[in-house]
Nanobody
């Protein structure tokens, strides 16, 4: 059973940076496509960024494009979300999710497509 644990959240001032980590255990991530999602208080879950199992395909929500970067280190069984230029509207609980797939280039954009979820890490952007 794959388990995901997010870390790296915290309080940061507008314009600051954080790097979120999604560490996997119980199985290697080689055949998993990964998504980062977030949920702000009182709002639904929103897709932020996605990376294919091969690592060659990535995608970003328009709201974070140019500011966030997703990457994966399969040797460490970890996926990262580097967040720069943070804004108050980025405040949310951030979750990583994994989708088992043999289609190495595909991305899965919707939460319901994912098999495994982490418990989330809180990001607060405030002065």
């Amino acid at each position: 059973q794959l388990q995901l644990v997010e870390s790296g959240g915290g309080l940061v001032q507008p314009g600051g940076s954080l790097r979120l980590s999604c560490a996997a255990s119980g199985h290697t991530l080689d055949y998993y496509s990964i998504g980062w999602f977030r949920q702000a208080p009182g709002k639904g879950r929103e897709g932020v960024s996605w990376i294919s199992s091969s690592g060659l395909t990535t995608h970003y929500a328009d709201s974070v494009k140019g500011r966030f970067t997703i990457s994966r280190d399969d040797a460490k069984n970890t996926v990262y979300l580097q967040m720069n230029g943070l804004r108050p509207e980025d405040t949310a609980d951030y979750y990583c999710a994994a989708k088992s797939t043999y289609r190495s280039g595909l991305l899965y954009l919707h939460p319901h497509e994912y098999d495994y979820w982490g418990q989330g890490t809180q990001v607060t952007v405030s002065s």
